[in-house]
T-cell receptor, first 115, second 117 residues
Framework: AQTVTQSQPEMSVQEAETVTLSCTYD???????LFWYKQPPSRQMILVIR??????QNATENRFSVNFQKAAKSFSLKISDSQLGDTAMYFC????????????FGTGTSLTVIP | EAQVTQNPRYLITVTGKKLTVTCSQN?????MSWYRQDPGLGLRQIYY???????DKGDVPEGYKVSRKEKRNFPLILESPSPNQTSLYFC????????????????FGPGTRLTVT
């Protein structure tokens, strides 16, 4: 089974500052996808950003960017200019197409943005 | 609008009383799955289905059943619920195909909060 590890159960950041959430994964696959999902208090799971393993360029989505280190099997999420609405649980996830779209999630990092 | 719906959103029941959580998607996808979310454990897959009448166990299938008699519906069945099945449950279906037909996003329903006393 694939494993996804998020070693930071809780983090906090001042509004407008930058914060980085860590994620590592373990796989022997060469073709896979990595994701960050956000879960606000409403409990809805929202896709934040996606990274294809075959792409060397790090994905970015507005204030969200990733640092994808394939050799180190590391996939961190950077949130710039943090906003109060970024307060949420963040989950790192791994998917390998060879397993028919099966997703594997980390245990989550609870982020609090402090006004 | 693409949707994954679940019912009920909240359910409190007693040990041993059979229950079903329904899930429906309007995206005409073959693939659907069920997850449970527990504090400190993240989301864990219970069962998934690759197509009608094709289901398979995920990481934590014990105590659960599923059925897939039609493409749009994928109910989760607890034949004899126990307190350790108290959890937040999500149904999901993929969206947005990428290269090679790979689905690039797991689209989640709103969640069902289940409490078993």
């Amino acid at each position: 089974a694939q494993t996804v590890t998020q070693s930071q159960p809780e983090m906090s950041v001042q509004e407008a500052e930058t914060v980085t959430l860590s994620c590592t994964y373990d796989t022997s696959e060469s073709n896979y996808y990595l994701f960050w999902y956000k879960q606000p208090p409403s409990r809805q799971m929202i896709l934040v950003i996606r990274q294809e393993a075959y792409k060397q360029q790090n994905a970015t989505e507005n204030r969200f960017s990733v640092n994808f280190q394939k050799a180190a099997k590391s996939f961190s999420l950077k949130i710039s200019d943090s906003q109060l609405g970024d307060t949420a649980m963040y989950f790192c996830a791994f998917m390998k197409p060879s397993a028919g779209n099966q997703f594997y999630f980390g245990t989550g990092t609870s982020l609090t943005v402090i006004p | 609008e693409a949707q994954v719906t679940q019912n009920p959103r909240y359910l409190i029941t007693v040990t041993g009383k059979k229950l079903t959580v329904t899930c429906s998607q309007n995206m005409n996808h073959e693939y659907m799955s069920w997850y449970r979310q527990d504090p400190g454990l993240g989301l864990r897959q219970i069962y998934y289905s690759m197509n009608v009448e094709v289901t398979d166990k995920g990481d934590v299938p014990e105590g659960y059943k599923v059925s897939r008699k039609e493409k749009r519906n994928f109910p989760l069945i607890l034949e004899s619920p126990s307190p350790n099945q108290t959890s937040l449950y999500f149904c999901a279906a993929p969206r947005d195909r990428g290269p090679g037909g790979v689905f690039l996003k797991e689209y989640f329903g709103p969640g069902t909060r289940l409490t078993v006393t």
